[in-house]
């Protein structure tokens, strides 16, 4: 099925009061994969009536790190801040049908009200002290000039359902939402103040068709109380999927203090977006029998399913990411690598001779396979820009018995102008021989003298670079 070719409709609706973050993106991804699953629409909705929080910034931080995940939302965004009438409209109609009324009750009364229930050791709830005012008590309140919020009534006897596509049957008691529910903020009793949350989500998603609400499980006593706003409009209510929530390494909802959790944040620190996009998937979703964890987002539509999303929470794993970002950058190859990496090398302040770059693409090629963040393709490339210091395990295995003896032999084999594979193997065999040591020995301490390490990429393919670039003989003689 082709997109758009069924109703499916399901949609994302961030708030930009922050950059963007992980767990919106998680739900960004399975939305998008049941969207393509379904050959349905993936809708965007900005969720910016929280005045003094929402930022232009964060909208922009938020539409970008979409698009660089590679999850393109179908049409344009819905500005939510740009319904307001349809909000007030539908209060309205709550107030006129009786599902709603004007609470006048002023913050110190609701405040009491609450210190009075924790002295109780009760659960704080709204008493629905002014669901049944007479006309009379009313108009008493105006002429005092008292403000008031709109709330919808929720019902203590009320029992809510619905069959959720992760979690199963649910089912909500109404005395468990907290009594009637503030629908509008506070206004002069002839206005309808800003709408809240709840409400506006549910008009916005039937305005929307939205036909799946697919969100954090952390919404689930939301759904509960917009079942409910549904049923009082009149509105048909879309199905609900409740994905499991990102724990930190304690088990707990990974938070800001968890320190990254934004995807620009994971961008800056070399992640791949196919790898982060992989990764996400994985939080909560476990690929059928015979699907390497390994995979694209096509890929992962073409398989994805609420029957494989887990109920439990997903603990974030930096070593299965790296992982993934390693195999990423190597399916990239090198010439893929070389246009990332080529910026980075460029803010190094590196020459980089653009006439001849194949010598840096194949530098990619050898450090390519032992990297795992975008970022060590500039560690790992600097020995071959300028000349690196000796570390001290360099230095110990330079002093060792035999290593000066086999730079020298080496030293004297080395040819002027090129170097081959074949023949740097059998000089590497005739200064162990001439300098009466195993093979081992000279490899470590040639790798010692070119990179200052006894780590690094392949040191065949290592050297016959540096011989290359016309580096070897003087790495070797500053050793002697
Ligand atoms: N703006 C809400 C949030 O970011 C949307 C929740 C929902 O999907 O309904 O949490």
Redesign the pocket.
Known sequence: MGAGDSAVRV?????PTGTLHIG?AR?AVFNWLFARHQGGQFLL?I?DTDKERSKPEFTENILSGLKWLGLQWDGEPVIQSERIAAHRAAIQQLLDSGHAYRCYATEQELAAMREQQAAAKQAPRYDNRHRDLSPEQEAAFVAEGRQATVRFRIDDGASIGWTDLVRGEMRWAGSDLGGDMVVARRAPADQIGDPL?NLV?VVD?AAMAITH????E??IA?TAK?LLLYGALGAQAPVFAHTPLILNQEGKKLSKRDGVTSISDFQAMGYTAEALVNYMTLLGWSPPEGMDERFSLEQAANAFGFERVNRAGARFDWDKLNWLNGQVLKEQGPAVLLEQLLPLWQAKGWELDKADNQWQADLCELIGPSMTLLADGVAQAEPFFSCPPLNEAAQVQLESEGAKPVLVALLALLPPGELGSEQAQKLLTEAATSAGVKKGVVMKSLRAALLGSLQGPDLLATWLLLHRLGQDRARIERCL
Do not use: F, K
């Open positions: 949609r994302l609706a961030p708030s919106t739900t909705r969720e949350y989500v998603d609400v697919i969100r954090g952390d919404h939301n917009q």
